[in-house]
C-alpha cells in the first residue's frame, strides 16, 4: 500500500527558501517518473519539476535557476529546494510518482500526496 506525504510548506517572505519533502512508504516494484507539481487559486495544475525514468531533469521555465529537484533513495525521499521565492509561487505543491507496486504487473500507477501549501508574503 504505497503512500505519499509531503511536509516543509509555510509562509515566507519574497527572497527566502523552503525545501520541501515527499516521503513513500509501502512495497513496490519500480518507480518510473516522478516530480512536484503546484496548482494557485484560478490556475491549473502545472509541472514544475521532473525526473523521468532515466534519471534526466527538467523545471518549467517559471522556476529554472531557481528550485531544484533531487532524491534520496536510501529514504524513499524527494525534495524540492525552492530559493528566491516569488508571490507568484504561491500554491499548493504536490508530489506524484509513477510506480509500478508489483512486477506480476505490465501497469504503473500514479500516486499523489495530499499537497502542502506554500505562501510566498511579506
Known amino acids: 500500500q504505497v503512500q505519499l506525504v509531503e511536509s516543509g510548506g509555510g509562509l515566507v517572505q519574497p527572497g527566502g527558501s523552503l525545501r520541501l519533502s515527499c516521503v513513500r512508504s509501502?512495497?513496490?516494484?519500480?518507480?518510473?517518473?516522478m516530480g512536484w507539481y503546484r496548482q494557485a487559486p484560478g490556475k491549473e495544475r502545472e509541472l514544475v519539476a521532473h525526473?523521468?525514468?532515466?534519471?534526466?531533469?527538467s523545471y518549467a521555465d517559471s522556476v529554472k535557476g531557481r528550485f531544484t529537484i533531487s532524491r534520496d533513495n536510501a529514504k524513499n525521499t524527494v525534495y524540492l529546494q525552492m530559493n528566491s521565492l516569488k508571490s507568484e509561487d504561491t500554491a499548493m505543491y504536490y508530489c506524484?510518482?509513477?510506480?509500478?507496486?508489483?512486477?506480476?504487473?505490465?501497469?504503473?500507477?500514479?500516486?499523489w500526496g495530499k499537497g502542502t501549501l506554500v505562501t510566498v508574503s511579506s
Open positions: 506524484w510518482q509513477n510506480i509500478r507496486v508489483s512486477s506480476l504487473t505490465r501497469n504503473a500507477m500514479d500516486y
Open positions: 509501502g512495497s513496490i516494484a519500480t518507480i518510473n517518473d
Open positions: 525526473i523521468n525514468s532515466v534519471g534526466y531533469i
